[in-house]
């Protein structure tokens, strides 16, 4: 893809992750980020490339963020470069993935006695570390403690800010015939503040249709349980109307 000459020239390649790419520009607190089509599970050992994957979780973590600043939630995210490209705010990412669940599903049903669609009141957190050579374990406040992946503070700030992402995407969602059994967020330092980073989109989130709870996410390739093109867009549909 072509990166166009805006919102500050293009100065070279900050990361590439499985599925965007980083890329810093002339402004040195701001980068774009590139929602790609690629797309991986199970940790990589399954991969694709999708046509339009990446323009609708770009355009659905857009909105998602926009959301979240209006309620007072602070993110990375400034604005859009184009269908596919964000222009954010250059953070140094904390690595820790903070899973907020809402309703039993995936990994949690098959490590622990859960059963699928088992509401969770109050929603449970679980915490990863971000790290592909590991596969993305689940760490307690002590390993992370040991390996200084973050602050007691920073930890505290993470939680109390991915409850009130969740209760905000929830209820949003839920006016728009969505069911959120859970959402991944990663959050980034910033002058000295934490910021919702990364992407909220179809990838790092399960959405399910409220009445029949087909899912609408990146279940649908893991399982192959249809067309994802199909969902992803049914997804953008309901989020941003």
């Given amino acids: 893809m072509a990166i166009k000459r805006e919102a500050g020239d293009v100065m070279g390649i900050v990361h590439v992750g499985k599925a965007k790419t980083v890329y810093r520009t002339e402004r040195p607190h701001e980068y774009i980020v590139e929602f790609r089509d690629d797309i991986t599970a199970f940790d990589g050992k399954r991969k694709a490339s999708v046509a339009k994957k990446g323009y609708f979780n770009a355009q659905i973590s857009a909105r998602l963020f926009e959301l979240l600043e209006e ?12 269908d596919a490209r964000m222009l954010v705010k250059a953070v140094d990412i904390i690595p820790l993935e903070v899973i907020v669940r809402n309703i039993a599903a995936g990994s949690v049903v098959r490590k622990y006695p859960f059963k699928e669609g088992q509401r969770l009141n109050p929603p449970v957190i679980v915490i990863d570390y971000k790290s592909d050579e590991y596969g993305d374990p689940m760490v307690n406040d002590d390993i992370i403690r ?6 007691e503070q920073e930890l505290a700030t993470m939680r109390k800010l991915a409850l009130q992402a969740n209760a905000v995407l ?9 069911l959120l059994p859970d959402c991944k967020l990663e959050f980034g330092k910033a002058s000295g503040h934490i910021l919702v980073a990364d992407e909220i989109s179809c990838d790092t989130c399960r959405f399910w249709l409220k009445e029949s709870r087909q899912s609408l996410d990146k279940d649908v390739f893991r399982y192959e349980r249809g067309d994802l093109i199909m969902a992803y867009e049914e997804a953008a549909k309901l989020i941003l109307r």
């Fill in 146 to 151: 040991a390996l200084r992946l973050a602050t």
């Fill in 71 to 82: 309620h007072g939630i602070a993110t990375h995210y400034i604005r859009m470069a184009d």
């Fill in 170 to 178: 929830k209820k949003y969602l839920g006016t728009r015939g969505l």
